[in-house]
């Protein structure tokens, strides 16, 4: 099939938004947890979390246009932390449900049945099944003018996540804790590891990284 973008402009709203949230690939799936100034703990799935670089740690969430309720974004304005816990295949289900729209009073935890956790320092709830769990402090925010859409910049203040992920390299290993990728809004999958291979350069051939370091 090939489309032009008047193609796609004529396409009902819902088919184009499918369309368009799947073409770009896997998505990585993670919760959003923060709190209210009340004391309320909010959890919400967001297939936007990106990297935006190790020195410093920085993560970005993409937010949907702010033209209805948003308690995440409102939480981070306001208490300034927000955490991101990776979605495993044990919880995916009770994940996926975070994204319903509950009464601003109602904890998305007490929900669907997920466990919070609070380390000192991080006013914002972890969620205690997830294998990778980040602290983050609201660092800036950049409205996407053509869209209405809201990037928002934290910086990781701490990261704990299950050791046997760790691998000499310093990368983690996601597949041994069986995290999932998101599939558009409404699909999880359990991705398999082909191979991991060399830092490429120019003179040498593609090789496989058989010994699990990298040599840069
Ligand atoms: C798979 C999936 C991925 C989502 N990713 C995002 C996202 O990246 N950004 C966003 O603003 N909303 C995203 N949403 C929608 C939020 O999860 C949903 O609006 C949620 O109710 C927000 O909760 P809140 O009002 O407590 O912030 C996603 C929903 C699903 C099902």
Redesign the pocket.
């Known amino acids: 099939m090939f489309l032009t973008a008047s193609e796609l402009s004529r396409f009902a709203s819902r088919y184009r938004a499918n369309l368009m949230n799947t073409i770009s690939g896997y ?1 990585s ?1 993670n919760l ?1 947890g923060t709190r209210s100034v009340e004391g309320i703990n ?8 990106l990297h935006m670089g190790s020195k410093p740690p920085l993560l970005g ?4 246009p702010l033209t209805v ?5 409102e939480n981070i304005k306001s208490t300034g932390y927000f955490t991101v816990n990776a979605v495993d295949k044990t919880i995916f289900r009770q994940a ?1 449900q ?5 009464a601003q009073d109602t904890s ?1 935890f007490e929900a669907t049945g997920l466990t919070e956790k609070f380390i000192d320092g991080i006013p914002a709830p972890f969620v205690k099944e997830s294998p990778i769990q980040l602290g983050c402090a609201y660092e800036n925010e950049y409205p996407i003018a053509e869209n209405g859409t809201l990037l928002v910049l934290g910086a990781i203040k701490t990261i704990e996540f299950q050791d046997t992920m760790l691998q000499t390299d310093g990368s983690l290993a996601l597949n041994r804790a069986e995290i999932v990728s ?1 599939v ?3 699909g999880y999958a359990l991705p398999t590891l082909l191979e991991r291979l060399h830092y490429a350069k120019p003179d040498i051939p593609t090789r496989s990284l058989e010994d699990g370091t990298q040599e840069n």
Do not use: M, P
């Open positions: 998505k799936a959003i909010n959890l919400a799935i967001f297939n936007s979390v969430l993409l937010f949907r309720r948003r308690d995440t974004y996926h975070t994204a319903a729209k509950y998305e998101s558009g809004l409404d």
